[in-house]
C-alpha cells in the first residue's frame, strides 16, 4: 500500500538495472541461512521452511529491493486518476460490483466512492498487481539483517543512484526488522487461506493483490466477502470489503468528517499526494450524473 505499482514500475523502467555483485559462493542456501534459522526458532516447521527455500522460484531480488536504497527525482502522476477517462473506468467497476460495494458500505460504514477510488489507485481494478513473488520481495529485504549480505548488496547499487551509506544501513536495518514481520504475516496468511506461496505476486513493497494489502493487514484485517469460506484478496468481493474493514477498523463511519477522513486515509498509505487524490476522486464520483 504504501508503495505505487504504477509508481515502481516507472522507476524499474527509467532509471534501474541491478547487477549481482555477489560471490559465487553466496548462494540461495547461503543467503537465506540465518532467515531460515529463526523462523524455525520463531515457531514455523523445519521441514515446510527447508523445502520452501529449496524450491527454485526463490531468489535473492536484489533489483526488486534496490528500488528502496536509489536516489530518484520521478514521482507519481496523480492526475491520471481523476482524468475523465480514469473516471468513467470508475463508474464502470462501481455498476459491476455495486452488491458487493453496497453491503462492504452497509457494514462498515464505508462510502462505496471512497472504496473505489483506492482500487483504482492501487491496481487500476486488477489491471497493474505486480510481478514479484511477494515470497522473494520480503526474504531477500529480511535477509538484510545479516551484515556480510547487506554490505555485498550495498556494492551492487549503481554508484550514481545509491544512497549514502550510513543512510543505507540505518533503513536496511529498519527495512528487514520490518520484512521479518511482514514475511511471517505471509506464511500464516498463505497457510490459513491454503494458498500456494508461488503465485501470490505483488508490489516491488511486498504488497498484494487488488487491495494491495501488505501480509500483516492481509492476515488481520482482511475479510470473506463472498462467503465462500475463503479470503482471497486477489477477488473483487474479498477485496472490497477488505478495504472498507481495514478503514473501519481505522474509525472510518458514516458520519465521519473531511479532516478524520484524511487520517484514516493516511494510514492506508503514508502519503499527502494519495489520499488528497483519494477524495478528489470520490468526489468527482458523487457527482458524476450516470452513477
Known amino acids: 500500500m504504501k508503495y505505487i505499482l504504477l509508481y515502481s514500475c516507472l522507476i524499474i523502467t527509467l532509471i534501474f538495472?541491478?547487477?549481482?555483485?555477489?560471490?559465487?559462493?553466496?548462494?540461495?542456501?547461503?543467503?537465506?541461512?540465518?532467515?531460515?534459522k529463526q523462523l524455525i526458532k520463531d515457531g514455523f516447521n523445519k521441514k515446510k521452511i527447508n523445502k520452501l527455500y529449496s524450491n527454485k522460484n526463490i531468489h535473492f531480488d536484489s533489483k526488486g529491493i534496490s528500488l528502496f536504497f536509489i536516489h530518484s527525482e520521478y514521482s507519481l502522476d496523480y492526475d491520471q486518476f481523476v482524468s475523465n477517462?480514469?473516471?468513467?473506468?470508475?463508474?464502470?467497476?462501481?455498476?459491476?460490483?455495486?452488491?458487493?460495494?453496497?453491503?462492504?458500505?452497509?457494514?462498515?460504514?464505508?462510502?462505496?466512492?471512497?472504496?473505489t477510488a483506492i482500487l483504482l489507485v492501487e491496481t487500476r481494478f486488477g489491471k497493474y498487481l505486480g510481478n514479484r513473488l511477494v515470497l522473494n520481495t520480503l526474504s531477500t529485504m529480511a535477509a538484510l539483517n545479516n551484515n556480510k549480505i547487506r554490505q555485498h548488496f550495498y556494492k551492487?547499487?549503481?554508484?550514481?543512484?545509491?544512497?549514502?551509506r550510513k543512510k543505507f544501513e540505518k533503513k536496511s536495518r529498519r527495512k528487514a526488522k520490518?520484512?521479518?514481520?511482514?514475511?511471517?504475516?505471509?506464511?500464516?496468511?498463505?497457510?490459513?487461506?491454503?494458498?500456494?506461496?508461488f503465485k501470490i505476486k505483488g508490489?516491488?513493497?511486498?504488497?498484494?493483490?487488488?487491495?494491495?494489502?501488505?501480509?500483516?493487514?492481509?492476515?488481520?484485517l482482511a475479510k470473506d466477502g463472498n462467503n465462500d469460506g475463503e479470503i482471497n484478496l486477489f477477488q473483487h468481493s474479498d477485496a472490497i470489503?477488505?478495504?472498507?474493514?481495514?478503514?473501519?477498523?481505522?474509525?472510518?463511519?458514516?458520519?465521519?468528517?473531511?479532516?478524520?477522513?484524511?487520517?484514516?486515509l493516511y494510514k492506508y498509505n503514508h502519503s499527502r499526494p494519495y489520499v488528497t487524490t483519494l477524495l478528489k476522486i470520490s468526489h468527482r464520483l458523487k457527482g458524476l450524473s450516470y452513477l
Not at 547487477?19 to 531460515?36: G, V
Not at 468513467?88 to 462492504?104: F, G, H, I, Q, T
Not at 516491488?204 to 488481520?220: D, E, T, V, W
Open 17 to 36: 538495472q541491478a547487477t549481482n555483485a555477489f560471490p559465487d559462493n553466496f548462494n540461495t542456501n547461503y543467503i537465506f541461512s540465518d532467515l531460515k
Open 85 to 115: 477517462t480514469a473516471l468513467k473506468n470508475a463508474s464502470v467497476y462501481m455498476n459491476k460490483y455495486k452488491d458487493n460495494l453496497k453491503k462492504a458500505e452497509d457494514q462498515y460504514g464505508v462510502d462505496k466512492t471512497i472504496i
Open 156 to 164: 551492487s547499487i549503481p554508484k550514481k543512484k545509491k544512497i549514502s
Open 203 to 220: 508490489s516491488y513493497a511486498g504488497a498484494l493483490g487488488l487491495s494491495q494489502f501488505l501480509p500483516s493487514n492481509a492476515l488481520k
Open 241 to 264: 470489503y477488505s478495504i472498507a474493514n481495514f478503514l473501519n477498523h481505522y474509525g472510518w463511519n458514516p458520519d465521519i468528517s473531511g479532516q478524520k477522513a484524511y487520517k484514516v
Open 178 to 197: 520490518w520484512a521479518y514481520i511482514e514475511l511471517k504475516a505471509l506464511l500464516k496468511y498463505s497457510a490459513r487461506e491454503n494458498l500456494d506461496l
